[in-house]
Every structure is written in C-alpha cells, then in structure tokens.
C-alpha cells in the first residue's frame, strides 16, 4: 500500500501508517492542542484589529480567523469588541473574568429614566465612558476634546452626572444578562411600565373596583427604624386608614409605644378631616375593613365609626 494515509469508513476521521488516528477536517485544536490555540488567540487578535486600524478588516478575515483559532465568527467578534475597550482583553482574548459585571444602584436609576430600555442605557454607559476618556486625553495633552456629537442626554432632564463611569463597561450581551439574571421580572416590568405592571408580578390583594371613599381598611404596622423618645430608642407603630379604590392614604397617627383606640381614633380624625393640614384626600367613608384587634373593637371606636360609616368584617 503507497498511501500512508487509510480512510475510515464512519466519520471520514484518517489513520496513519502506524494506525494512529488523524484528527478530522476541521478540528484544529485536534490538530494543535488547546494551549497552542490559546496562546494564538492575541497574536490573531492583534492583527485583526491592525486591519481594522487600516480600513481592509472584512468579514471573510474574521471568519477565517475563527476557523484557525476554533471558534464562531460571533466569538472572534467579540474579542474585537473587548480589545477594543481593554488592554487586558487584547492581551487575554476570550479569558474568564474573575469577577461577573452586576447591576448597580446607579444603573437601577439609569434604567428607571430611560423606562427599561437597556440599549438606550448600555448606549449611554459607553458615551460616558468615551467622553471621560476624552478628558482625560485633554488634560494630558493640553488639547481640547470637543464632547461626541451623539451624546445623549438622560431624559427628564437629569445632568449626565447622573451616568456611571464604568471601566471597563460591558459587553451589551454581558449588560443583558446581568439585567436578567440580577433584576425580578417584577423590576423590569415596573422600569418598563410602571409600578402597576410591576404589582402584577407580586403576591397581593386585589379588591373589586369601587370608587373613592367607597371602602377603607385600617391597620397597625410597626416602623423598621429607631426613634428617640425620650432618651430611649424605640420602634414607633403607625396607625392608618387606606382608601381601597386610590390607594390613597387619607389618615395616620404615629405613637412610640404599642397603639390603642386613642390612636385609632387620631388616625380616623386625620382621614375625615379635610381642612388644613390634612386633606386634600379623605372624607366619610361608606364601610371600613378592620381585623378584630381589641382596639379596633372598642366601644370608642365603634361608635365613631357607626355613626361616619358602616362597619364591615376583618380585612383580608
């Protein structure tokens, strides 16, 4: 037999005259190994961006690159895209950050003016983050940069300030997919929205449509903060009255200690009332909900409500 080549007649995969099996069409970390693929990754990258830099970088570059190295086209890309933006990337094209991009408050209110558009945000991220770069070359130079003529401003008018400077930024796919890993379906849609959409992701009670001053519940909470009463630190307790068809709070009275009828009927006295400084919101309601606590149920209480409202069973 001439050929030291033999033919496999399952996957097209060759043999040596040894009976060594050769790596198939195609594969070329079978070929080199994956630490030579690797190390080629920089010196591949580095000329790719050589032909950007010089106008002839085409996509059958790009591609063919990506056939060498063993990786998409989208791949290569995307080393591109980083390099670009990072030093540390062009050394290490493809290298695993030790450290994952989250979702910061800053940007939670980014994306609350921009109304959860997260391309409009990412956009912005980057224009701030050229524009910072810009200054910092003209502080250095002495020249002045001229800010880029596609800055976009952040709606309702707020100063771009208002923009994060992240450094590096991510990758609009990163940004992505630490919006969805890191925000509720609940957040997004209440960027997006409102906070009505947002309220339909949660877990609450829902009461059939009525209108204003039609149904109130009442209740007591206690406030997660301390207060200075006295020089003792204390937890204050809130008593309220809701309007159901609004969502409106019409009354409130606010004691240091454990709340009793006197503060249920201070907090009904603030809902009826609509003379200064109360109001505009309140008035005589047709019914209030309440649960059966006995200050609720005291013989005061009741009969301020019967003789304003009805009185109606615990609230639920």
């Known amino acids: 037999m001439t050929d030291s080549r033999l033919q496999d007649t399952n ?33 591949a990258v580095r000329r790719l961006l050589a032909l950007r830099a010089r106008g002839g970088l085409s996509r059958q570059h790009v591609r063919l690159a990506g056939e060498c190295l063993g990786a998409s086209e989208r791949t ?30 800053e940007i939670r209110v980014l994306l609350a003016y921009w109304h959860g558009n997260a391309s409009a945000v990412h956009r912005q991220l980057m224009e701030r983050a050229a524009a910072e770069a810009g200054d910092v070359r003209a502080q250095t130079s002495g020249a002045a940069v001229p800010v880029p003529p596609g800055l976009v401003a952040v709606p309702g008018g707020a100063a771009l300030s208002q923009v994060p400077l992240l450094d590096p930024v991510p990758s609009l796919s990163t940004f992505l997919r630490a919006l969805r890993r890191d925000l509720t379906a609940g957040e997004r849609a209440g960027f997006a929205t409102g906070p009505e959409a947002a309220r339909a992701h949660d877990v609450f009670g829902k009461r059939p449509l009525s209108w204003r001053n039609y149904a109130w519940e009442t209740d007591h909470v206690q406030a997660p903060l301390l207060v200075d009463t006295d020089g003792d630190l204390v937890r204050p307790w809130i008593t309220w009255f809701i309007d159901t068809a609004t969502k409106v709070i019409t009354g409130t009275a606010v004691t240091p200690g454990h709340p009793s009828r006197a503060s249920v009927l201070a907090a009904l006295r603030a809902a009826v009332v609509r ?31 019967g003789a304003r409202s009805a009185w109606s069973g615990p609230a639920g």
């Open 11 to 43: 996957g097209g995969q060759g043999v040596d005259a040894g009976g060594q099996w050769l790596p198939p069409p195609g594969d070329p970390e079978g070929v080199l190994g994956k630490q030579s693929l690797v190390a080629l990754r920089a010196p």
């Open 275 to 305: 003379d200064e400084p109360y109001g505009p919101a309140g008035g005589v309601p047709e019914l209030v909900r309440m649960d059966r606590g006995k200050d609720f149920l005291s013989a005061a209480v009741t009969t301020a409500l």
């Open 76 to 105: 290569v890309w995307r080393w591109l895209a980083e390099a670009s933006q990072s030093p540390a990337a062009a050394a290490h094209p493809g290298a695993r950050h030790t450290s994952r991009f989250e979702i910061t408050a």
